[in-house]
């Protein structure tokens, strides 16, 4: 019913910057929080930044004054920009949003797209 797609990943030089988009579409009544988690290799997967439909964001301390994360809410997209990345930040980075879909009014879920590969390297 939702599909979230994820574009933009790469491999970026560290301090070179790199923007992440991820565009919702399907069939669904409304799109809640959006954010960007991530998982690097043999570690658990982490939230990396979120957004409410009025703007309100969050950043994990990692990411917080280098990343920016922005939607579009008429287009149902939202993007990650990832400034003066380090080889730290590379991992696969997933869109996850809360959407309502379904029969009638629908009910509230969890979507997540597939994941787009980041690597920060020189």
């Known amino acids: 019913q939702v599909r979230l797609q994820e574009s933009g990943g790469g491999l970026v030089q560290p301090g070179r910057s790199l923007t992440l988009s991820c565009a919702a579409s399907g069939s669904f009544v409304d799109i809640g929080l959006m954010a960007w988690f991530r998982q690097a290799s043999g570690k658990e997967r982490e939230q990396v930044a979120s957004?409410?439909?009025?703007?309100?964001?969050n950043y994990a301390d990692s990411v917080k004054d280098r990343f920016t994360i922005s939607r579009d809410n008429y287009k149902n997209t939202v993007t990650l920009e990832m400034n003066s990345p380090n080889p730290a930040d590379t991992a696969m980075y997933y869109c996850?949003?809360?959407?309502?879909?379904?029969?009638?009014?629908?009910?509230?879920?969890?979507?997540w797209g597939q994941g787009t590969q980041v690597t920060v390297s020189s």
């Open positions: 996850n949003a809360r959407a309502r879909a379904g029969p009638g009014w629908g009910f509230w879920a969890t979507y």
């Open positions: 957004i409410t439909s009025d703007g309100i964001t």
